[in-house]
């Protein structure tokens, strides 16, 4: 099997145990409160490093970025005019496509 | 108590996000289609259904990363549904089976659209709302991964962009006090630091190491 299909039936599986758990634990408890306080921060954490991670490249000697920091930049002025997410797409795609054209 | 709502209430709650969601999928099958082929994307849209897990596995496998990073990757992002499940965990009906089933409806928008006020859920708003949501993704996914080409090049549009702007847009949703600041601060310097030397999509898992900062001094 490749990296590929790998990848997606195992993401499918845990993915719907994960789905499944807390409608499964009966009487609907909450998770224990030091449990919460961790999971919780799972998601900023990780969407802060994915936008990192996508704006910037390794190239051996340091990071680079290219031209999605316009697209990001785009998008955070987007959501700070407290914009919907769909301008704040199409103004990221389109600062990249500028950026990248004109660099 | 909330005046009972039905199915299609949910459905109607959920069609605002129709454009975005079948943005985000039509750019998923586009940038997918080079990594995965024609048919993987689309099969993984139905099967995981997560927007956020499903373009970080894929920026992990198209940086070159092995399925294990882009797999860790995914589902640290799905773990947010461990919380969320509980949380809607009450207002669920039916057998155990029937629960967890439907359970699988819970997705961010569904989610959000779903709570009410007072910290319960509405059922009904639940699956329905998913249900719009479901359509604009997988047919998202199918458009680009399989007519992707009358797009031309994804990155002369900006299409990878479109990541970008998803994960901000996300981030801008969870970020609400000084906790969940420090752990989003944290994951980016955590990022930055690793991103010279360690291999791809490692960066990415170790930046969830920020959320242990909820262990510290657990405060109401």
Redesign the interface.
Known sequence: MSDTWITIAVLAVCTLIIKASGPLALGGRSLPDHVSSVTRLVAPALLASLVVYETLSADGTGLTADARLAGLGAAAVVLALRLPMMAAVVAAAAATALARTLA | MDQPNDIPAGIRAGLPLV??TL??GV?FGVLAKP???SV?PI??SV????G??????L?V?AAGG??LA??V??????????????????A?RGR?LA??A???A?VDASFAIASRQDGSFDREILLGATIPQAAAWIGGTMIGALAGSVFGDP??????????????????G??NDR???L??????L???AL???APPGV??VA?????????RG?RP
Do not use: H, K
């Not at chain 2, 990155?155 to 801008?172: E, P, Q």
């Not at chain 2, 930046?207 to 262990?215: F, R, V």
């Open positions: 454009l975005p943005a985000l750019s990594v995965m082929g993987a099969v993984m099967i995981v259904f997560s956020a897990a499903q373009f970080a596995a920026s496998l092995g399925p882009a797999i990757a995914g589902l640290l992002l799905n773990l947010r549904f461990l919380p969320m499940g509980f949380a809607v965990a009450p669920l155990p629960r967890a439907q359970g699988q819970l990155r002369s549009i900006g299409l990878d962009g479109v990541f970008l702007a998803f994960y901000l847009s996300l981030l801008v969870e970020v906790r969940t600041l752990a989003a601060g944290l994951g980016a955590i990022t930055l991103m010279p030397f960066p990415v930046a969830a190491l920020a959320a242990l900062l909820g262990l657990s």
